[in-house]
């Protein structure tokens, strides 16, 4: 309580000052209590144990969709574009009918070998015939032995010429074949280069391409630490995933938000390359609808096994420096830090996959008011995946 003290009227404008400055130095001085405020208490934040969870785990890779068969188109053989039969990026079938060469002199040389192909047949069958005749001669002495020899020689040779008259028939053929110009492979084709009137050179001239869109392959790179992990997965067995299919991959587009195109690995080359550490793959699509195209840009999504992990919302991830921490709460309210190695978010929560343990009790609210060190006072949360958003309708 203030102490009051009798204080006698004093005359003149200074006594009654020091009397007024003696009084609030007195009042003052009361209970020591009373002079002391009241500490705040340590500031409330939400806090939770991870969710520790059998997660199925998925890499992310950057690359391109590439055509299964890419053919550069060109004539076999030369001479002037008659008609071309197809309209610049139709689908076409495998086997179909794309231009045609003038066929006139290729028909004459078809006729030409024909004709040296019967001409050589009859040479052949008088030169038996002539053996035949001889033959009795021979066996009496009528005629040497050397005529009857080379009669026999004739023989030989021409059937010899036959072979080849027939071998250059069918090669005359053949070129009247190539004449017409047929798509190799199924797809898309691009556009047409030469015009109609216009010499081809055989083996040479460039006269349109063809792409095949079904399937469609994803090209990508990975790392060398990327091709031993899926390898001793490969020998442990756990290469499959909940949609029982092995190697599965997903693609997401630039304009998609999720992985909507499904597939599978085929291929992964047989060596590093010792200047970029990586290794090509590829992995096969269905593309029934010819939608993906050759050289669209996507994001792959590769299974990478199921693994026990422990997560954590993202807002309760901080950064210090190059490092990544999240907060935890000792059970007298003291803060601490804890460097964490952070996987990729599933469910809307994000991986941990070292540095925490599943007992300790971690900020996931509040983390700005979270001093390492200091003391706070710990609001029981939880931690669970975020609901789904609710659809828009237009």
């Avoid at 055989?202 to 994803?218: A, E, K, Q, R, Y």
């Avoid at 060398?224 to 499959?240: I, P, Q, V």
């Amino acid at each position: 309580m203030p102490t009051f003290i009798e204080v006698r009227a004093a005359r003149g404008p200074l006594s009654r000052l020091l009397v007024s400055v003696l009084c609030l130095m007195l009042w003052g001085c009361g209970d020591g209590k009373n002079a002391q405020s009241t500490p705040p208490p340590p500031p409330a934040v939400t806090v939770a144990k991870p969710l520790k969870k059998v997660v199925t785990e998925w890499d992310e890779f950057t690359g391109r969709f590439v055509a299964v068969d890419t053919v550069d188109v060109r004539a076999r053989v030369s001479g002037y574009l008659e008609s071309v039969h197809f309209r610049d990026g139709e689908i076409v079938e495998k086997g179909q009918l794309l231009q045609i060469i003038d066929q006139r002199p290729f028909k004459i040389a078809v006729e030409q070998a024909q004709g040296q192909l019967d001409q050589a047949i009859a040479q052949l069958d008088l030169a038996k015939s002539d053996v035949e005749r001889a033959r009795p001669l021979a066996e009496n002495r009528t005629m040497t032995e050397r005529e009857f020899e080379t009669r026999e020689v004739r023989v030989r040779e021409a059937q010899g010429s036959v072979a080849a008259a027939r071998a250059q028939l069918d090669k005359a053929k053949l070129d009247l074949e190539w004449t017409r110009i047929v798509a190799p492979v199924a797809g898309r084709v691009s556009d047409n280069r030469v015009d109609v009137g216009n010499l081809i050179a055989g083996d040479s001239t460039l006269l349109t391409t063809i792409v095949s869109l079904n399937p469609i392959d994803f090209a990508f790179e990975g790392s060398e630490a990327d091709y031993l992990k899926y390898t001793r997965l490969a020998k442990e067995g756990a290469r499959k995933s909940s949609r029982d299919q092995a190697n599965p991959v997903a693609v997401r587009l630039q304009d998609e938000s999720d992985f909507r195109h499904y597939g599978r690995m085929e291929f992964v080359d047989n060596a590093m390359d010792p200047r970029s550490g990586t290794i090509r793959a590829r992995a096969r699509f269905d593309n029934t609808d010819q939608f993906l195209l050759p050289g669209m840009f996507g994001r792959l999504r590769l299974f990478g096994g199921n693994i026990d992990a422990l997560l954590v919302p993202d807002a309760a991830i901080a950064s210090d420096q190059a490092n990544k921490i999240v907060f935890v709460v000792a059970a007298d309210g003291t803060v601490a830090t804890r460097v964490v190695k952070l996987g990729p978010i599933i469910d809307g929560l994000r991986v941990i996959r070292a540095g925490l343990n599943e007992d300790e009790t971690v900020v996931i609210e509040g983390i700005q008011r979270a001093r390492p060190g200091q003391k706070v006072t710990p609001e029981e949360g939880r931690i669970s995946p975020p609901p789904p958003a609710p659809a828009t309708t237009k």
